[in-house]
């Protein structure tokens, strides 16, 4: 990937205050974002159009006005941008996570359901299906995630598969995806989103694993119980990435997650661990916006139901343009 020109993102919070202290600059960074290569109508797809001093758009094709932050999170927000922006930050870089409590005693968040609905915003956009899928070799199994935590009552126990690509190294990336059960249309739909064809895909010899799996993959079986070995794992790096994750979802700031917004839990916590080497938390703040303006929005109603939607959204990839002061990623 070539270096851009200019910096994509604020390396520190001083950073972020500086370059985001008006609202209008706040929300072209979303409009860059979103249209790296200039404004696309939403509704028409024409990517004719003139930008007003209030800085949304007038479609030249249809005459619709639309704002960079349309049929996204961001949409009908009254929230400022500025704190909007500022939550995104603390968010990716408390690494043990960041409860509703803490962001509203950060920010000038009028009340704790804002706060609350704004993290699960942000995290109904953390994982994108289809996106990104894992390959080389990969490790896959089924596991629950959550389970009960003495003195903070029961959580819930849901069942998830789980990829996980093993290399020389140790673990790459990983793809965790809530599955209604283990059966094999499941396990089917979930290598067909996470693992690209071709990919060695290693998993214990359980029958549940469609046999399309070895037309498409190379595909390794693994006997449970290995012979003359017991205690071997059978999947070690799996294993590893579900103790991780649990270990990460039990912890305080996670409070007790419900089986129903545990997956969005899982998916905070893939978008972390995916992330582990990033050089700096700017790049998550900006893996996370770009996420955000390609995400679809999400109703306040549907965050108490069910945490999240699952949009399948494109992420943009920054242009490099020439720069100005005011806006140093422009
Ligand atoms: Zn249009």
């Not at 089917?188 to 549940?208: K, N």
């Not at 242009?319 to 002061?325: A, P, Q």
């Amino acid at each position: 990937m070539p270096t851009p020109a200019r910096p994509a993102y604020p390396n520190s919070y001083a950073d972020l205050r500086l370059w985001f202290d008006e609202e209008w600059k706040c929300l072209d960074y979303l409009d860059w974002l979103r249209w790296p290569n200039g404004f696309s109508c939403p509704a028409c797809a024409n990517a004719h159009g003139w930008q007003a001093p209030d800085h949304r758009w007038r479609c030249a094709g249809c005459g619709k006005r639309v704002s960079a932050l349309a049929g996204t999170i961001f949409h009908g927000t009254r929230t400022s941008l500025s704190v909007w922006f500022s939550a995104a930050w603390l968010l990716v870089n408390s690494k043990a996570g960041l409860s509703a409590t803490q962001l509203h005693r950060e920010t000038e968040l009028g009340s704790l359901q804002t706060a609350w609905a704004m993290l699960h915003r942000y995290r109904s956009v953390m994982a994108q299906p289809g996106r990104d899928r894992l390959s080389g070799n990969v490790e896959v199994d089924v596991s629950y995630l959550g389970g009960s935590v003495p003195g903070r009552g029961s959580l819930g126990r849901v069942l998830f598969a789980v990829a996980v690509e093993v290399d020389a190294d140790g673990l790459g990336r990983t793809i965790v995806a809530l599955i209604p059960s283990a059966g094999t249309a499941q396990l089917a739909a979930f290598l067909l989103d996470s693992v690209e064809p071709g990919s060695r895909v290693v998993t214990h010899d359980w029958s549940a694993y469609p046999a399309g799996i070895r037309d498409r993959y190379v595909h390794v079986a693994r006997p449970i119980v290995a012979p003359g070995s017991p205690t071997r794992q059978v999947l070690p790096a799996v294993r590893r990435v579900v103790f991780q994750a649990n270990h990460w979802l039990m912890g305080p700031r996670q409070g007790a997650v419900s089986a129903e917004h545990l997956p969005a839990y899982v998916d905070e916590w893939v978008f972390r661990f995916n992330r582990r080497h990033s050089d700096s938390r700017g790049q998550l703040f900006h893996a996370l916006l770009g996420y955000a303006v390609a995400g679809a929005p999400v109703t306040y109603q549907s965050l108490l139901k069910t945490g999240r939607t699952r949009p399948a959204p494109s992420l943009p990839v920054p242009r490099v343009e020439s720069g100005s002061l005011a806006l140093p990623w422009r």
